[in-house]
């Protein structure tokens, strides 16, 4: 954990994260009722106010793969009551994984290649999404098929930053009406940068 203005009690933090982990594998848990085979590490970056209150969080890394389950994790950090820093705002990171069921079969892995020719085909659609950020967006997303070839089931991203954040529902929009190769008959699982 880190401060960049403030400093944080370590200890304390840990165990507020330990407080929220419920309300975290809840999020977690109803993804499980949409994709039975949804896994993967995040990595928030919340900047905690000197009040104790949430000033921003943000995925800087996500290989989950599904907003609704991202989003009810970043709500469940920004309503809870964090350490009071000392010293002005602190900033902090913490990274948790999650496993899919034993009995969930996990979709086949693919390389970005396999959806190349359909974010060329959206470059427009992207840029104007990421208008005024700079910096990359990490998207990881299921396909299944669906005739003639496959489409995005779910689809989850990190930003470069907090303020890029707000550009996320914009850019899975478009992820989500991408229109890709079929996997075949069970799903698969991809990340690209954008």
């Known amino acids: 954990m880190t401060a960049e203005l403030g400093q944080i009690d370590e200890a ?74 000392e010293g002005g705002e602190a900033e902090v990171h913490q990274g948790l994984g999650f496993d899919p069921p034993a009995d969930a079969r996990p979709p086949t892995s693919w390389g970005s290649d396999r959806v190349a020719a359909a974010l060329v085909k959206h470059a427009k659609d992207f840029a104007a999404c990421k208008q005024g950020t700079s910096g990359t967006f990490q998207v990881t997303a299921y396909i299944e098929q669906k005739a003639p070839g496959g489409h995005v089931l779910a689809s989850g991203s990190t930003a ?34 954008l």
């Open 160 to 193: 470069p930053n907090a303020a890029s954040a707000s550009k996320l529902d914009c850019l899975l929009g478009v992820v989500n009406d991408l229109r890709v190769p079929s996997p075949g008959s069970y799903p698969a699982k991809v990340s690209f940068t």
């Open 12 to 85: 304390a933090t840990i165990k507020t994260f330990d407080r929220v982990r419920p309300t975290l594998m809840s999020c977690y848990t109803a993804g499980l009722g949409r994709l039975e085979y949804l896994a993967g590490d995040v990595k928030f970056f919340m900047r905690v106010k000197a009040d104790g209150h949430v000033h921003w969080v943000f995925l800087e890394q996500t290989t989950l793969g599904d907003r609704t389950t991202e989003k009810c994790m970043l709500d469940a950090l920004t309503a809870t009551q964090w350490p009071l820093p």
